[in-house]
């Protein structure tokens, strides 16, 4: 992490006043502005942490911090300990310990033995700003709490950023969640990574999900999961990307182009201007057209198809990954409307129309068809078009995209069923697929 002091604004400055709040400290409002509370509080945490009260975030701050940030920590163990004991001293759960140590025979814990610490708060903040460097500490934190959590890279972002791929259950039948294919739509990152979250310590610790049996979901279906596609995008939206930076530059010159756009927060694309939703073969021709005749051509903070379908290494990862594998299901997280795609063209895929209308109940979103400017070249497009199988575009929220944290209770409450829905019908076997 970058060197921050007093004046420092910015997504980096938000992972630093979490962690500060989460080591107890009162660093002030998450809100990225290194004010003078967010330096007392650093301060105070630096004395605790025995280093020299600078109330700057250097190399020595980012790895005492880094408990709190990842969410666990590693204890030794030292005669007289129990697991029950270290859960009291860390302020944590007995079940939590468990989950991350399961090569731990409690009743025989050995002196000089490493033990996971989860901390006691979740591991996903679902209240600041998310980045790319936020999502790399929030899966090693997931990691090291739910060992059965696989995680890969399957390909690699333009400016280089890994594009992680995260695995849980262990059923034939397999789904797809995908999430920030739009750069400012960043908000549907934490709720994919917040229900994994959710499933994980539910079926870690042998409970239920809203109701429903996490293990029964986890022997039934497996859950393959990209919650950021976009990092790069969003990394420019959030304040992440260095503005001192080229591709900052590029982007900035993009935008200057399409002033009625507002920058960055108005970016959906990725970083050098193709609109990943719009990049994949199903019609990809019809959505160029369409976007030409309102003026996207060329590189642009949204709209601009690319100069060929799969041009862009992200897109490429998505499609790629998705012809490897054998989805029954597959559920892309878009922002705002409250709204439940499910169509493409004239493909109805059997079940599709029903488990939609599932989840408009679930949800409170409504079933929608594609209005026409928009329905073509997207990965839900590309999926129906290909698999006759179930996808859907979930558009959440309302407002203006990038939607405010506020938001982001509610959207998790709505969206929890539509989550299930999915993971639940394909566990189930009675997709047409399967029979
Ligand atoms: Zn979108």
Redesign the pocket.
Known sequence: MDTLRYGDTGSHVQILQMGLARAGMDPGPQDGIFREQTRTALQAFQIQAGLTPTGIAGPYVWEALHPYLVGYRVHTTVRGDTLYRLARQYHTRLGAILTANPQIDPGRLRIGQAVIIPLGFPVVPTDIAYSSALLELVLEGLRARFPFLTMESVGRSILGRPLYMITMGEGEREVFYNAA??AN?WITTPLLLAFLEAYARAYGEGGLLSGMDAAALYSGVTLRMVPMVNPDGVDLVTGALDVESDAYTQALNIAQNYPGIPFPSGW?ANIRGVDL?LNYPAEWNTAREIKAAQGFTGPAPRDYVGPNPLSEPETQAIHGLTLDHDFQLILAY??QGELIYWKFLDYEPARSFEIAQDMARASGYLVEEVPLASGYAGYKDWFIQTYDRPGY?I?VGRGV?PLPLEQFPGIYRDNLGILLIGLQVVADGTLPADQ
């Open positions: 294919h739009h739509e959906k939703n878009h922002s575009t558009e995209s």
